[in-house]
């Protein structure tokens, strides 16, 4: 089964979330009208990254799972027909949000969510202020795949790229395809090579989950400057340079397709899901993985002493 | 600390194992003539790679723990004063036979053995046949990390390389840097570009255990072709063509040096064993691991219905 699919690549130009929804719209269209069937947009699309600061007045920002963002993602899924992965700042309660991905397929709508597990929290990405971890729902596992008519979809958001963990107990309950929405950058005080480093080391992990699992990986990341909103308040530096450069990849971690730092725009192409069995046959690491040894995996730290 | 390193990449040409050993031995002494401290021979360097057919006869190619390949390498490791990671067809009992990694630590010698925990069995790898599966050793657990002078070693091989969990488990145990003596190759019948593939899919996984783990990777990998010892009765091709490309990589990844396919010899870099402390101040994953969430990874596959 070839599929056409899309990782949408955006500048979020303004403070105003429906002007930036509305910008992720039409380049759901253009991926759309270029014949994608799936479409992937970047962490937190709706607004500038916030989390560069802590800042109470920012959870305004939020919006509940029914809120306006997840209405009009689901209307265009369903006018387009195409299975769309949305993301959103989610206020689940008073003092409970969280950083969520939503899953919509055509006429039947919202079909999962996907709580980030992983949350940062390092100069300029203050995610653990705002973000709840998230927990598994009800009758559903951690990191399970969610179920569209394309196949299921391994949704991960950013930090748990970084996790070959996630991707992993996606792969074992059947994912398909996993699917990174991201915010990354760099901060502009690091030298070019370190940079350079940075961004080569999160292209090597994320391609390395699809070799490792032998399953196709989408990556749509954000672009363009945004200011740090108080530098005067903080030694943190001036802002976050995202650094684009969203891609898609085959199960051999090949690519197929990558955008440049600076691109806006939907970027395409072809995956054949039919080649994941045929990996899987001739690299059977599925066959050999020792379970009976893996249980310290779940330990923080295993040197005796510690 | 900075460290200076060597990966051996060798082209066995001879059917005798002293000859073989020879060559490794002379090798080993170029690497640390240029000043290596810790030198990385490949996987079964003392043989051709014999896997490529199951043939009952050539379990006697195995020797003991105690056998002549370690009192050799061991006696070398002392008289460089260096610390060396060889390998060995081990015959531990009748019916219980392991690939082997041991690790030599200059007048100090044997500190420890690795026995290969994950066996692959595809055509032209018939390991199933000859390796027993890895097994805990007495008072250590599974992928436990090797103490040296040097550091604590994290010693993997080969198919381990696939793994993400193995490289996880070592480091969690303290490894201060991951190894991997291998013996991987094309089968010439398969097109460029799947060669191409396959070769650059080896490359990122094992880049990515630096990035995941924050720890360098020291890659040693044979050479040359080797001939499928009884190609009329079999529907396998006509042997494998080892890819060498043994590499050595930092903390994130980033290549410090990388053989060519065809080179024989030892391939040096210097490691700053000082940047894993900075990285993970700053990309703190380790703080961050669902241990709460991780529980599926004992599993052989999570889909209910399975």
Redesign the interface.
Known sequence: MVLKVAAVQQQVSSADKLLNLQTSSELVRQAATQGAQLVVLQELHTTHYFCQTQDPALFDLAEPLDGPARQHLEQLAKELNIVLVGSIFEKRAEGIYHNTALVFDGQAGLKGIYRK????D??GFCEKFYFT?GD?LPNS???APIQTSLGRLGVLVC?DQ?????A??SA???ADILIYPTAIGWDPADSPQEQQ??R??WT??Q??HA??NHLPVIVANRTGFEKYPNAAKSAHNSGIEFWGQSFICGQ???FLAIAQTNDQGPLLAELDLSRTSRLRR?????R????D???????????AKS
Chains 1, 2 share one sequence.
């Open positions: 597990m992983h949350i940062p390092d100069p971890p598994s596992a951690a990191f930090l970084w996790y070959p963990e996630a992993r107990l074992l309950q059947g480093r940075q080569e080391a090597i992990i391609r390395s070799v490792a051999q971690g090949e001739i690299w059977p690491y599925f050999d993985r020792r379970i040894s893996y249980k310290g995996l779940q330990s923080r730290y295993l040197v």
